[in-house]
């Protein structure tokens, strides 16, 4: 089974390597990470960088597709090649995934008009006005279109799909392999609860992390 | 702040970008991932490449350190440069730390003695042997050493040690940006929660994948 996961520059890391450490594990699955163009893809802060090893022209029709978000999910949104081989792959794929942001690029290339979908809490907006049903939840599924929340989520998502694909048992064995047994410090990981002051603290921090970045790109 | 995150190949790649996702949101820390020769370091089934940006020999006094695990783990249990580094940047780090096996490498580097310490679970019994007091913990504090338990256990770890850097407020906020509300589908997360076939069958397979590499190396 060949899974395709695009990477692009200013990804967000864990929205990709949280899928590939769970997805990776399937029985006769080969993930690759593709891009426009092959090479190194760097994240938002510029501190690792990720290889894409094939161009989306390469491989044209894996059976999985993963999308994941970062910044520069916003130099996606415009009609070109990513655009055309997303169509053309989800054409052909078992399922078509997003984790983040990166539902914001399958909204943009056509591909969740009026198809329940979720996206990064901070871009659920935008998911709506995008012509997706917005979904405040944690993955969701809506035929072969599987959506994840912001970035973590990945890990949650690609354990149901393997759940789908393989069964739990599989599935089960392989949240073992990684230990995934979540015990986070705090109860702040949704904007339902965290306190409100940190929800804003956060919220305010993107709108300046946007305003540099575009700044810095001459926006 | 500077962080180093060591890398080699064969590292399981979720162990070092969980940590990282959560600790390059700290206010004025600069992550740099890290080997031996600067390069692509490839993931254990070949299919993903993380990019080493500088030599460890560049980094000589990072204040918090990250040693990730994965099956090239075995690699590193020799004295020589790596070892020599690790003990010498812990001299002077503020945090010393580990996930999944990459505790192996901290304790064959002599780091461990006496130190309460986890691993991967599969590892456990490893650590003892190696010298250091095993725990069955997701995230263990000795002092300035932080050790997390299997390959997503990094994320936890990493929101807890960023609790302690910067404080609650800050962390919660690095939560809530990354989403990190898990809801994983099922209980099997910890071989006391999975059932006893699901922990066979890890065990069983993990066998099986020890005898593989060993038989590729001619070992």
Redesign the interface.
Known sequence: MDIAILIYDRL???DA??P??VL?RLPGA????VAEEPG?KR?E?G?????A?ASIAELPSPEVLVVPGGYGQADLMEEGPVHEWLRKAHETSTWTTSV?TGSLILAAAGLLSGVRATS??LAIDELGRLGAEPVSE??VFDGKIVTA?????G??MA??LA?RIVG??V???I????????????D????E???A???E??RS??RFEQVQAATRDGR
């Open positions: 967000t890391a864990l390597v949280g590939y450490e990776s080969t993930v690759t990470f190194p994240t802060n501190r690792l960088a990720l290889l090893d983040c990064h809490w944690r993955v929340s912001g970035v973590s989520a890990i949650d354990l149901a759940a739990d048992r599935a089960q064995a949240q073992l392999s990684i230990e995934y047994d979540p015990q986070p410090p705090f702040a990981g949704s904007p609860k965290a306190q002051e940190i929800v603290l956060v921090h993107a």
